[in-house]
């Protein structure tokens, strides 16, 4: 029987200068989406958030003509986006697109800078966030208003200042080399960058970012998304870390394929390679609770994109930023030298 191919979620990392709002917004995109769609909808993954497409197309952003076959959007986020540029640099596939948020009240500053010369190199799609906009003096705030709606609510002025801030960044995007545009402007993602106003505090703005983050992915990757959900899993190690009651474990973002309890795994320890074996998978539960036993619930398989906990022996020395990959049905050699490639 032929496998069936699935597009997955589309892997987004939130990058961008230290206090800018990269946090915020991700709880922000939770919070008023929970508000928007039936509870339960929006996912706490490991190290991730699962925003599925039915509460993205209900925020009601502008493009909601875009034909949408993209299941949803698996947010990342990276303090200080020192995960991203190890994984990287590892050559690691981990994000599929990025938000890199700016403050509009500050403008680029070093690690906003440096984030844009990461996605140039890796040829990552992404839109500019620029956050914070209800901080700009008469900002009267329409929360979680579509970006024109609440602009058309402002007066001159403000909509004046705002125009100055945006063309601000499209200033120091074109030093380094970018076309870009307010979004709304934008009719070809394959030439400019959108930048997409938001407040991470109120909500406005949200809505767009969103649709433009899908439209990027049905413009540039619906190929690239085409995984086998069938597949042995691949992914990539966030965080090694200890958990009483589990001993080591792996949180990982799985990228391809499935991964099951019981499966044998391949990862990168410090000076080798380790193959053990899937003891437990393990999601957070959606109200986090004090005994450890209860933060988690157990599950026996998981499938592309997802952010899972990884309990395994031996799992002492594995690195972050290693690659994961799952032996099935022989192909081992194959994988340990794919491991091997990565690391
Ligand atoms: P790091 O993880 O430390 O790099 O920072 P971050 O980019 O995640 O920033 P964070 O979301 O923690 O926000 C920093 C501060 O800015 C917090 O006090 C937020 O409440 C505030 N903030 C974030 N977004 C907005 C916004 O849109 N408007 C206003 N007024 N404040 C914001
Ligand atoms: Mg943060």
């Known amino acids: 029987m032929a496998k069936q191919s699935t597009i ?17 917004l991700l709880d922000r995109i939770r919070g008023s989406s929970v508000v928007s769609t039936e509870e339960g909808a929006i996912t706490q993954h490991i190290g991730a958030t699962l925003v599925p497409i039915d509460a993205i197309t209900r925020m009601g952003g502008a493009l909601s003509k875009v034909s949408v076959n993209v299941p949803g959007l698996l947010f990342i986020d990276t303090p200080g986006h020192h995960a991203f540029t190890t994984l990287r640099a590892r050559g690691g596939a981990l994000a599929d697109m990025a938000i890199v948020v700016v ?3 500050e403008g680029f500053r070093p690690q906003t800078i440096e984030a844009l010369q990461i996605l140039r190199n890796y040829k990552t799609p992404f839109v500019i966030a620029a956050n914070k906009i209800d901080r700009i003096p ?16 402002q007066n001159e002025r403000v909509q004046g200042m705002l125009e100055t801030k945006v063309y601000e960044l499209v200033g120091k995007l074109s030093d380094l080399g970018f ?11 394959a030439r400019n960058i959108c930048i997409v106003p ?7 703005g949200l809505p767009d970012i969103l649709m433009v983050l899908i439209g990027l992915a049905q413009r540039y990757m619906t190929e690239s998304l085409k995984v ?20 080591m474990t792996l949180d990982v973002i799985l990228y391809d394929g499935n991964l099951k309890v019981g499966d044998e795994i391949v990862v990168a320890g410090n000076d080798q390679i380790i193959e053990t074996k899937v003891r437990s998978l393990l999601k957070p539960r959606p109200m986090s609770e004090i005994l450890i ?6 599950v026996k398989s998981v499938t592309a994109a997802a952010g899972i906990k990884v309990a395994a022996p031996k799992l002492d020395g594995v690195i972050a930023g290693s690659p994961l990959q799952a032996v ?4 081992r050699d194959e994988v340990i030298e794919r491991v091997r490639h990565e690391v």
Not at 8 to 24: A, E, F, L, N, Y
Not at 293 to 298: K, N, Q, V
Not at 328 to 331: A, E, H, K, Q, V
């Open 328 to 331: 099935r049905g022989g192909n």
């Open 228 to 247: 086998s959900a069938e597949g042995p899993g691949a992914g990539t190690v966030l965080e090694v870390k200890e958990e009483r009651g589990l001993g």
């Open 138 to 153: 008469g900002w009267r705030v329409q929360g979680n208003q579509p970006f024109l709606k609440t602009f058309a609510q």
């Open 198 to 204: 938001t407040s991470a505090l109120t909500g406005e």
């Open 8 to 24: 997955r979620t589309p892997i987004v990392c939130v990058m961008g200068h230290v206090d800018h709002g990269k946090t915020s």
């Open 179 to 189: 076309n870009s545009e307010r979004f709304d402007r934008v009719s070809d993602f």
């Open 103 to 105: 403050d509009i009240n």
């Open 293 to 298: 036993e209860e933060r988690f619930e157990r």
